[in-house]
Antibody, heavy 121, light 107 residues
Framework: EVHLVESGGGLVQPGRSLKLSCAAS????????MAWVRQAPTKGLEWVAS????????YYRDSVKGRFTISRDNAKSSLYLQMDSLRSEDTATFYC??????????????WGQGVMVTVSS | DIQMTQSPPSLSASLGDKVTITCQAS??????IAWYQQKPGKPPRLLIR???TLESGTPSRFSGSGSGRDYSFSISNVDSEDIASYYC?????????FGAGTKLELK
């Protein structure tokens, strides 16, 4: 059974940094693209970043480019999101997600329970 | 960016009703739309991919259709366990974009 457990969230001041982690189990982690999606309180879903199997390619939404870095450690079956220069609008629950494809286009499959990040002074 | 216009924002239904949610993309997404269900305090769950393909475990009362820019998602015979929010997702282009969501409530 796929299991994704996020950690590292919390309250942080604007301009500071935070690193989220996601521990994966129940599947061969290195076989999957992975992603982070966030959801602001009582709001909708927003894709943040994705990473390929080996971490060789990464993709970001414009609003986090240059501030967030997605990475992975396949030996530890772990996904990370380094978030720098945090802003109040980054306040959200962040979900770690597996991605899969049956042809060429990848979509979001299994989701972790999420971790809350609050950016406030 | 591809905008996904989802409607209605909320829906009230009685048990056994059929309900339909629509998503219109700002450009042709070639059927690369997925639908997710999210219950309060839980992460989203993938129900349907590629417009109409039900994921394993998705009840057959859920269905999807559409092409080009216009897509719909239906629940026939609404059950109490279907009370949730539903989101569409286009996954043909980066950035991935979701619809704003539809909250399904019991009448």
């Amino acid at each position: 059974e796929v299991h994704l457990v996020e950690s590292g969230g919390g309250l942080v001041q604007p301009g500071r940094s935070l690193k989220l982690s996601c521990a994966a189990s129940g599947f061969t982690f290195s076989d999957y693209f992975m992603a982070w999606v966030r959801q602001a309180p009582t709001k909708g879903l927003e894709w943040v970043a994705s990473i390929t199997y080996d971490g060789g390619s990464t993709y970001y939404r414009d609003s986090v480019k240059g501030r967030f870095t997605i990475s992975r450690d396949n030996a530890k079956s772990s996904l990370y999101l380094q978030m720098d220069s945090l802003r109040s609008e980054d306040t959200a629950t962040f979900y770690c997600i597996t991605m899969y494809t049956t042809d060429y286009y990848y979509l979001f499959d299994y989701w972790g329970q999420g971790v809350m990040v609050t950016v406030s002074s | 960016d591809i905008q996904m216009t989802q409607s209605p924002p909320s829906l009230s239904a009685s048990l056994g009703d059929k309900v339909t949610i629509t998503c219109q993309a700002s450009q042709n997404i070639n059927k690369y739309i997925a639908w997710y269900q999210q219950k309060p305090g839980k992460p989203p769950r993938l129900l349907i991919r590629y417009t109409s393909t039900l994921e394993s475990g998705t009840p057959s009362r859920f269905s999807g259709s559409g092409s080009g820019r216009d897509y719909s998602f239906s629940i026939s015979n609404v059950d109490s366990e279907d009370i949730a929010s539903y989101y569409c997702l286009q996954y043909v282009n980066l950035p991935y974009t979701f619809g704003a969501g539809t909250k399904l409530e019991l009448k």
